[in-house]
DNA sequence: ACGAGGTTTTGAGACGTTTCATTACTGGCC
DNA sequence: GGCCAGTAATGAAACGTCTCAAAACCTCGT
């Protein structure tokens, strides 16, 4: 049905071996039994066999992308980073949702060794990678994403979420604030934590009256429910920090709900800067992060890896994230 | 290295055809000898060389996944749906971003075709599905993925957008609006024709004042201009559909800028349900299209036909949309 | 004890590449 | 004309799996 090398050889009058060398080493096979070869191809329409030639090599040009789902925001902005990265070196990449499940992503795992992927972008779903050393012992370039390397045997890839906290508070300490409310999301999130070291870091210097809510989930409902609770127990800062923008969206529900506006009586920041933040009804300030670029060097970093694994040392790359000021914070009345 | 069914073969003291079996079919083997390999298997931690599987079988379990934008949250859902259905099967999911251009594309399923995988779920960014010809002919699995099947070589899953437009004008109209605004995008978006079509079908047998404007893109920013240059003109609907959800929001801030409120004064009606759509100032009444499940769907169909091509025959899936009420849409005053 | 008939197991070949040691050419030089 | 040194092209082996015809092993019944 499809032809192989073997018919291209045919075809071309030549052995099986040239073709392959036309194909990979082209300076070393004469120019005019190349153009015969080329010919031969175009004519049969041939496409090598990427298995075939995976098996030769033991391993495939592949990057298996595992992340804890990729309807969230932040990683399909990483996805389509590593995606670019990949096509550009002539990778594919093979998507994997953990939907934060250790099981899940044993699976897939499993999946991805069995495909003898030539490199792994990961964001754990538990702490240890201890299921990762195996592949990495076989060969497989493995990098952490979004997530800070507690390991030495692997590159990994961040965004400094206390220096985004710390930028979010300085902002409104800028602008004169001088009680501030941190809208927390569930404190075992590491980002949340860090989050919140950063605006503890930032407002330390200052004499700041910082006041904690806690939400439950990382979600507008659940942000508009404990700004409600606040309120209601008469909570009255002057601005507020979000631990993500849903949670600022609900917030922002609940305090108009509560006959304030914004930013008049109370600014807020955002975390995340997700597409809609721009287009809320009062336009969202937020920290944004380099996804597009954290997936993009993620990649890069690994397939450098592919290429000449003795010439690579792991790294551990740290992006910053930048805060985006928009209508939703202004200075203190 | 790796260990292989060889390394599997001697430690069972059994040759490689039996530790075949034992993966393939395991009932034509003796319990005694079964236990002995799974034995062998177990210890050396043996994982099949699935490229090598490829290349004996000449396709893969693997479906390649071609779509415009994995960041439109459509197509994310629709993502999901395909990796849950492929997960289910012991299949992989390649994903592919065409970014609606041709080059792109056409590059992406020659990789497919190298890769020799078992299917294809695509989203054509032409209108054509030529370059898919060659694949289907050397037997791949292809589905159009939201997009009406022009041919009769593929199956195609898709959702009714004309009656999504029809039950977001009937709903108006149920609450007694006659004088509505339909917010359209670009008109070569066929998507974007359907849904008038469907409000126009809805509109005629009522004696309704339909006035059409029309965003250059589908963001929220062009909502918002076109609405406010509408306004300018005179425009005094009593109701508004928009053709998507970011148009949606945009009407909207144009609508409170000019002072008028949601649904008292105007009701709006969104389309695409995007997550944001509930958390929204006042929360969109929008039409929802069950984006999962048409990628779960898609994913099935294909898998079916790789499964068993002879018993396999293509059909055209039709979604349903689905109405979501919210608080921006009310009776006429 | 033998053979028929059934159940297990074996072994070789093929899938399409790449690699690398050989062999076959080429032109230049004495 | 014969030889040398390159340069080009060849052919066989190997990667790990599956398949299928053939061989080996049982269990009965006679």
Known sequence: MTASMKDVAALAAVSIGTVSNVLNNPQMVSPKTRDRVEQAIAQLGFIPNAPARQLRAGRSKVIGLVVPDIANPFFTEVARGVEDAAMEAGFVVILCNSDEQAAREDR????????????????????????????????TAVALLDHEGGTRDACSVSVDDALGGQLAASHLIGLGHRSIAWL???????????RQAGILRATEEHSVLLERIVAGQMT???????????????????AMVCANDLLAIGAM???????MRIPQDVSIVGYDDIDFAASAAVPLTSVRQPKYELGFAAAQLVISEFEDRRAHAHQRVRFQPQIVVRESTGSVA
């Open 108 to 139: 897939y795992l499993r999946v991805l060794e069995s495909q003898r992927v030539g490199a792994i972008l990961i964001t754990p779903a538990r702490k240890g990678i201890k299921p990762l050393q195996r592949l990495i012992a076989n060969g």
């Open 184 to 194: 927390a999301g569930p404190p075992d999130i590491p980002q949340v934590a860090d």
């Open 220 to 238: 507008a409902s659940a942000g508009d429910a404990a700004v409600d609770a606040a309120l209601a127990r008469g909570m009255t800062p002057s």
């Open 253 to 259: 529900r609940a305090l108009m709900r509560a006959g």
